[in-house]
Structures are given as structure tokens and as C-alpha cells.
């Protein structure tokens, strides 16, 4: 098990990361030593991405409908749902933003002002505003404002 853990994380570039064995009685402890905190983001993004599906099902006008993660352009909270919106059409739930915001970090989803949330993946152009705003431009030809408050977290994607 721990040759697997090493191999794995060997093949990640985390060669420095040293896996230990401790047997404490009653009990065999494996853990990992990590020099730097950076070193232990790719192991995150593959254990999270490994647990979650890919795709979720959302009400709309038309019933139940299916959507990937990889098509959602933007997230909105209108009223009291959140709504999904993709190239095929849109959907909602009753989830809250902030757990998308939380859920879907990890798939580079990032919140951009009070009530939505990008797919940093479907931005397109960046343009700088005053105040330290920014406009995004998305790949269905939208613009979106990143607001000041949340300037500090987009920063953070690069």
C-alpha cells in the first residue's frame, strides 16, 4: 500500500514527499510529510475530483434536466434558487450559492460578486475597470463584473 501511495504521488512530480509507517499500539498509522504546503494541492484536486460526479440534475421549465459541470457558464442566485446557466439552456436548484461556491472551487468555479459565480474555464478576456474592478468576457460573448470585494479571491485563480 505505501510502495502504491509513493509511486502515485511520484508520478505527480511530489517526489520529495516522504510516506511514513508508525505502528502505535493496537493501531499501523501511514503518513505523509509534506516540505511545503503547495506540494499537497495536485494530491487534493485528485482525491476531490475523484469523489465527486461530473454532472448534476436541476429543475427547469421542461421537467428534470442533466448538466455537466464542464458546460455551466455562470451561477446565479435570483430570489431563492440558484440557477445554472449553459449554452443548452438553464436550470435551478434551492441550494445555496455559498455551497457551490465551496463545492465547486476545486473545479475552478469562482465566486465574482454577491450573487454569482464564473466557470473560470469559460473566460475569455480580462479587462481592468476602476476602482479595481474587472471585467470578464465569456466564451458565449457575455460580460460579467468581478466586484472589489471579490477581486482578492479572482487574483488567487492565477
Request: positive net charge.
Amino acid at each position: 500500500m505505501v510502495s502504491k501511495l509513493k509511486e502515485i504521488l511520484k508520478n505527480l512530480g511530489l517526489e520529495e514527499i516522504k510516506v511514513t509507517r508508525d505502528k502505535v499500539p493496537f493501531t499501523e498509522n501511514i503518513g505523509i510529510i509534506f516540505k511545503e504546503e503547495e506540494h499537497l494541492i495536485p494530491l487534493i484536486d485528485i482525491l476531490e475530483k475523484s469523489t465527486k460526479t461530473e454532472s448534476l440534475y436541476l429543475k427547469s421549465k421542461k421537467g428534470k434536466i442533466l448538466i455537466k459541470y464542464s458546460e455551466v457558464i455562470l451561477i446565479e442566485k435570483v430570489d431563492k434558487k440558484t440557477y445554472f446557466y449553459t449554452d443548452k439552456g438553464e436550470g435551478y436548484t434551492h441550494k445555496t450559492l455559498e455551497y457551490y461556491e465551496r463545492e465547486l472551487y476545486i473545479r475552478k468555479f469562482i465566486r465574482i460578486n454577491k450573487s454569482q459565480i464564473v466557470n473560470f474555464n469559460k473566460i475569455v478576456r480580462i479587462v481592468p475597470l476602476m476602482n479595481r474592478k474587472l471585467l470578464l468576457e465569456l466564451d458565449d460573448e457575455s460580460a460579467l463584473e468581478v466586484s472589489r470585494g471579490y477581486r482578492r479571491n479572482f487574483d488567487k485563480m492565477f
